[in-house]
């Protein structure tokens, strides 16, 4: 019989990861304290911004960003070496217990977070509201065991590859657009709304946010495509309704409905943020959910 | 009639459908015995006209190469699973070692009404197996060896298992966890022919304890037989299940008898006699048919291959401008509609 003493003590993995989630900590400590300080700059900048010619540091980067940038890139470069000695001790990805999902969207989620980060200034102060959302999954983490799980002989698959770093992609775009979506809400409120004044008009966040929705949209739909090949590779069935097919079917269906309504509609700019952060939850409750109300998240997985 | 298809083809059908269809799935999530298909299928065609009459009247669709495509690609999808449902086979197969396949030892069958008989042009020989278990007997690869003709009047060897399944005439063979230890048994009338078949005990390891089953000789009495197995089964260390390592005893109750049997040896019973030649097993199969898979498949890909190639003309360039228009920190006005 395995003590908790003895997983722990296997487990030599958990340094990394530990010291990952203290760098994305870090990260949101830093980012919140940032926009509290910047509206008064920013406002500055803003009210004068006719005349206003930024440096061409002040272009791309505020005072905090690239401190920002810094600590979320660690996180993902401890974290991936966190999943590189797991792999290496049991022989296997993080593929089938709860512990090693949640450690490896940890990764994804930051990794891709990092890039559009780095890559996209307009949505660099949603950090506020994404950083910790990922946190979530960090606290989470914490609270679970690292067994080591065997692999179930289904998923000795190329397409299980595919699938499952298509729908990493879906979730962080999905969280990208969630943040943006954040943003929007919280800038009715007194209290936040100074946070986000440097930021692009709440129509630009929203046309941003939607982009990264439709983005979404096209890796769950491909993420659904290579999940049902390797499905009918594994288990003889392309579509089985299963625990996760049709929860990540409707939250597919959601997010189309969505891009159908925001792209014909005159959707406010409000119900549009409501409706990303829908999807974003729905996606969550897909991911993470399932385990709580399916014994196996797809048929065959034992 | 424009208009009419206009009507068929709008945006808010086309949300209604989707909400249907939204409804169908959560019915039909796990299967649930009592659902009808037409919660799913009733959806599917009003989506399926929608889509179609869209396309045909729409010119935010039409006029746009790749939002054209993704929309054909549905349009095609939804049609390529219904030929698939209509045509159709899934069933079960249990296969003793050294045995053709038979069409007729198929169990479980569910297929659409279209479809045809391939299954007869389907032949192969069972061959043996072994399935790998880590410790705590948690079920690893299975390899699974089958012969098939290959057309010049001999047999070629194939291994299948998993996630690999046999291939013949588009029917789609896997293995499954579901296999076990099958007795060969001949029973010698007094009178007539000897006849020499297998009985398949239960799935093993899953039912290690229970490996019995029941047999009536014809104009006999009924027969209950336990197999006493020797595989080397380990709980606590990793093990390979191999029929060709495993060894049985047979127990064979004939009312008050109870008589164990090694192989070769036979039991004098009211009418005949009974010999246990042999210890084999059989394997299961999932057995799955449809002819749209591939064309499924091509259609999906490129559906979303057509949404790319919209997203990447319509904001490939535009995302670039929002970057540079944001690090001026100018707020800049919208309609509030996507481009």
Redesign the interface.
């Known amino acids: 019989m395995n003590t908790f003493g003895d997983i722990i003590g296997r487990a030599t993995e958990l340094p990394w990861l530990w010291a990952g989630l203290v760098a994305y900590g870090l990260a949101t400590i830093v980012v919140i304290a940032g926009v509290m300080r910047m509206p008064h700059r920013?406002a500055g900048?803003?009210a004068a911004?006719d005349s206003?010619v930024?440096s061409e540091k002040a272009?791309?980067w505020h005072g905090h960003e690239k401190l920002v940038l810094v600590l979320v890139s660690s996180g993902v470069a401890l974290i991936a070496i966190a999943l590189a000695e797991r792999w290496v001790r049991i022989g296997h990805g993080p593929f089938v217990n709860l512990f090693e999902l949640l450690m490896s969207q940890l990764f994804s989620l930051g990794l891709i977070f990092a890039i559009t980060y780095w890559?996209?200034?307009?949505m660099r102060a949603s950090a506020v509201v994404a950083l910790p959302l990922i946190w979530v999954l960090g606290i989470w983490v914490l609270t679970l065991q690292p067994v080591d799980t065997?692999l179930?002989?289904?998923y000795?698959?190329d397409w299980l590859w595919a699938h499952v770093g298509l729908g990493k992609i879906f979730l962080s775009l999905c969280l990208i657009g969630t943040g943006l979506a954040g943003v929007i809400l919280l800038r009715h409120s007194e209290r936040f709304a100074p946070w986000f004044r440097?930021?692009?008009?709440n129509?630009?966040l929203?046309?941003?946010a939607?982009?990264f929705m439709?983005?979404a949209?096209?890796f769950h739909?491909?993420m659904l495509?290579a999940g049902?090949?390797?499905a009918?590779?594994?288990?003889?069935?392309?579509w089985?309704?299963?625990?996760l097919e049709?929860s990540s079917?409707?939250n597919w269906?959601?997010l189309?409905?969505g891009l159908?309504?925001?792209?014909?509609?005159?959707?406010p700019?409000r119900a549009g943020a409501v409706l990303i952060i829908a999807v974003f939850v729905f996606a969550f409750f897909t991911y993470f959910g399932t385990p709580f109300y399916s014994e196996a998240a797809h048929k065959g997985v034992? | 009639m424009k208009k009419f298809l206009r009507a068929l083809g709008s945006?808010r059908l086309?949300?209604v459908g989707?909400?249907l269809?939204?409804v169908g799935?959560?019915l039909?999530?796990?299967?649930p015995a009592g659902t009808p298909v037409w919660v799913l299928v009733a959806p599917l065609a009003l989506l399926a006209i929608n889509l179609f009459c869209a396309i045909a009247t729409n010119p935010r669709i039409n006029r746009r190469p790749g939002l054209l495509v993704f929309h054909l690609g549905l349009f095609a999808i939804i049609v390529l699973a219904g030929i698939g449902r209509l045509t159709h086979l899934?069933g079960q197969l249990e296969i003793t070692e050294g045995s053709a396949f038979s069409p007729d030892e198929l169990t479980e069958v569910k297929k659409g009404p279209f479809h045809g008989d391939g299954l007869s042009k389907v032949a192969f020989i069972q061959g043996s197996y072994t399935v790998e278990y880590?410790a705590g007997m948690?079920?690893?690869?299975?390899h699974s060896q089958v012969l098939i003709p290959d057309g010049r009047g001999g047999m070629i060897s194939r291994v299948v298992?998993?996630?690999?399944?046999l291939v013949l005439e588009g029917y789609?063979f896997?293995t499954t966890y579901n296999k076990g230890f099958a007795p060969v048994l001949t029973w010698m009338p007094d009178q007539g022919e000897a006849m020499t078949g297998t009985i398949h005990m239960p799935s093993y390891p899953l039912f290690d304890y229970k490996q019995d089953s029941n047999w009536t000789p014809p104009g006999g009495k009924p027969l209950r037989f336990w197999l006493r197995l020797d595989t080397g089964l380990r709980q606590d260390a990793a093990w390979l299940l191999d029929g060709k390592k495993a060894s049985g005893v047979l127990v064979v109750n004939a009312g008050e008898r109870r008589v164990e049997l090694l192989p070769g040896q036979s039991l004098r019973l009211e009418g005949g006699s009974l010999r246990y030649e042999r210890l084999t097993s059989w394997m299961g199969y999932?057995?799955?048919y449809?002819p749209t898979?591939h064309w499924?498949?091509v259609a999906?890909?490129v559906?979303?291959m057509g949404?790319?190639a919209h997203?990447w003309r319509k904001?490939g360039v535009r995302?670039q401008r929002?970057?540079e228009?944001?690090?001026?920190?100018?707020?800049?006005?919208?309609?509030?509609?996507?481009p």
């Open positions: 920013a900048a803003m911004h206003y930024p272009r791309t890559r996209v200034p307009a065997p179930p002989p289904t000795h698959n440097h930021m692009p008009a129509e630009v929203d046309g941003l939607w982009r439709l983005l949209f096209i739909s491909l495509v049902a090949v390797w009918q590779d594994a288990w003889g069935r392309y089985s309704w299963d625990a049709t079917f409707l269906l959601l189309g409905m159908h309504a925001r792209f014909t509609y005159r959707v700019l034992i | 945006i086309a949300l989707m909400v269809l939204g799935a959560a039909s999530y796990d299967n899934d880590n948690v079920r690893g690869l299975t298992g998993d996630d690999r399944p789609r896997y999932k057995v799955f449809d898979l499924l498949f999906s890909v559906a979303i949404l790319g997203f904001f995302m929002t970057h228009s944001s690090i001026t920190d100018t707020p800049v006005a919208s309609s509030g509609r996507m």
